[in-house]
């Protein structure tokens, strides 16, 4: 299909008061899009004030709020009307016990195909970017393995107890996987059979930056762990392996390259992961930038285990190694240094009233 400008009408935002789905709210407004976001409660402010307050700013597009239910069907075919590309970025989330692993999955899928029926009857889009994750990636590797589009996080299941529908109800991270992945092929042969459109989609890794709303903070996110840290608390996630980290803004970004873009068609996903080694970390490196970006804060740690694991084997196991080089070879997408992005999360977070950092 032919690639999308600000010209060819609105374009919708499912999810769009999340982390990711507001960046992409925020890219696509810098272009001069008419957007419509769409978010589950129009009458909470910590989901909403944020989206509203980006008309106020300096961005020549236009936002407009719509009430939509990933799990009505239906529940899209008003915010979805004329628009010319839909950025599908709502997905049911188990941060802090929100959603159990069954609804995680079944809410992924019912969700998606809720919204491709709606893209269906509209008949005007063009492009549908899905955000997937890195998970639909991620599979057993040895450790230095490189990670690119070409790998599923079914590859070298065959004899995996820990890959099975089975544990659907069990595993929530093995729920969300399994969901993203199935989620993608629903997405590319609903498009190929449709015609009208293509199905692209985003697997972002370890999503870092700065954070629009409080909203933004889940616990056992990413972003909650940094924020421990500030407070001087013990990092107890991914201590023992690397953190592969990619701006949220970048995230947003390309995405609004990609229904610009004239080689995306429909099966493409491209992998947002870190630019380079410089975002492929481990927590001692962390503390370290941490440290450095905050000197009046006592930056917590990982935890004592990884000095044995050190000297045992000289690192923490190095993966995943991944990076987002086709996003930045085919959309000219320009990344965020590791420091400013972990400092812009850092900072948000204490501006927003979500961390009480730990001042020396």
């Known amino acids: 299909m032919p690639a999308v400008t600000s010209s060819d009408g609105p374009v919708a935002v499912t999810g769009a008061s999340g982390y990711v789905g507001s960046h992409v709210v925020v890219a696509l407004m810098k ?119 070409k790998d599923w996080a079914t590859d070298n299941r065959e004899s995996d107890p820990n890959w099975s529908s089975s544990r659907i109800d069990q595993d929530g991270e093995m729920a969300y996987s399994m969901a993203k992945v199935e989620c993608e092929h629903i997405a590319y042969h609903f498009a190929e059979k449709d015609g009208r459109f293509d199905a692209i989609s985003v697997c972002p890794l370890t999503v870092l930056g700065p954070l629009l709303s409080r909203v933004h903070e889940r616990v056992n996110s990413w972003q909650w762990w940094l924020g421990r840290m500030l407070v001087g608390k013990t990092c107890e996630r991914q201590w023992n392996a690397l953190w592969n980290i990619v701006d949220v803004r970048d995230v947003g970004e390309s995405q609004a390259l990609m229904i610009e873009s004239d080689i995306c068609k429909n099966g493409v996903r491209y992998q947002l992961s870190a630019a380079n080694e410089s975002g492929e970390i481990d927590v001692l490196q962390l503390q370290a930038h941490l440290q450095e970006l905050f000197p009046q804060i006592n930056v917590g740690g990982p935890p004592e285990e990884i000095n044995q694991i050190i000297k045992k084997y000289g690192a923490v196991y190095q993966a995943p190694i991944a990076r987002c080089d086709r996003a930045r070879e085919e959309l000219g997408l320009k990344t965020h240094a590791i420091k400013d992005t972990l400092y812009e999360t850092g900072q948000t977070m204490i501006d927003l009233g979500l961390v009480k950092p730990a001042l020396k």
């Open 31 to 149: 272009r001069g899009y008419t957007v419509h976001a769409c978010v589950t409660d129009l009458n909470n402010p910590d989901k909403t004030k944020h989206l509203l307050a980006l008309n106020g700013d300096d961005y020549s597009g236009h936002l407009e709020l719509f009430f939509a239910n990933l799990l009505k069907e239906g529940s899209y075919d008003i915010p979805l009307s004329d628009c010319s590309a839909v950025f599908h970025a709502g997905t049911p989330m188990g941060y802090g016990g929100a959603n159990n692993p069954r609804q995680i999955y079944d809410g992924a899928l019912n969700g998606t195909n809720n919204v491709l029926n709606s893209v269906k009857k509209v008949g005007t889009v063009k492009r549908f970017i899905y955000t997937s994750s890195f998970s639909a990636i991620h599979h057993p590797m040895k450790s230095g393995y490189i990670f690119t589009e």
